[in-house]
């Protein structure tokens, strides 16, 4: 597991996976322990071994930053990850988090580090009065949920600063970046 954020140069995540590698984002609403963090990816590796789309084996990879956010990639080799193939992924984290007593934060939250540097999460409002009251600013980075595909992540890294993406809708007019 990675103690620091991943940037681009760490881009050994994932190497023998394709730039189109689809790749899923799942942030816990809180850092789990170490237990926990070691239950979710002996879990997600077990499922990894038996992931198929449409009776094609799924080559994919796993990383868990921080205790907090796990990162999925996956492809199938000449082809395209079914829908079918996708919900399995979903249907099985979302389990393994009800089983653990956890959840992974909504789509519509914001993933982004505090000024200590730990990985926090916030609702969009919550999160546009933290830009308003000055405790994010345009520099402070956050993690874009909705990133698709690995080159994106191999590209800009996993996190990026506030201001040069679409989080920085969320800064006042008045707040510099």
């Given amino acids: 597991m990675t103690e620091r954020p991943m940037y681009p140069e760490d881009n050994m ?17 809180r850092r789990l322990s170490r237990v926990h963090a070691e239950q979710v990816l002996a879990h997600v590796h077990a499922f990894r071994s038996t992931w198929r789309s449409h009776g094609r084996e ?6 868990l930053i921080e205790d907090r956010l796990l990162v999925v990639a996956a492809e ?9 193939g996708i919900d399995k992924s979903l249907h099985t984290l979302d389990a393994l988090a009800r089983e653990l007593d956890f959840g992974w934060v909504g789509g519509l939250d914001i993933v982004f580090r505090d000024r200590d540097g730990q990985l926090k999460t916030a609702t969009r409002s919550a999160f546009r009065a933290l830009a308003s009251n000055g ?3 345009g520099q402070t980075p956050v993690v874009d949920l909705a990133v698709e595909r690995l080159a994106d992540i191999r590209r800009r890294g996993l ?14 007019r008045n707040t510099t970046p």
Wanted: one cysteine or more; glycine letters at 6%; aromatic letters at 10%.
């Fill in 58 to 63: 799924v080559v994919s990879d796993c990383e």
């Fill in 159 to 172: 996190e990026v600063p506030l201001a040069s993406n679409w989080h920085a809708q969320f800064l006042d």
């Fill in 76 to 84: 199938v080799p000449g082809g395209e990850l079914s829908g079918c």
């Fill in 13 to 29: 995540m994932f190497s023998t996976l394709s730039d189109d590698a689809n790749v899923w984002l799942y942030a816990a609403d």
């Fill in 135 to 137: 405790a994010v600013n």
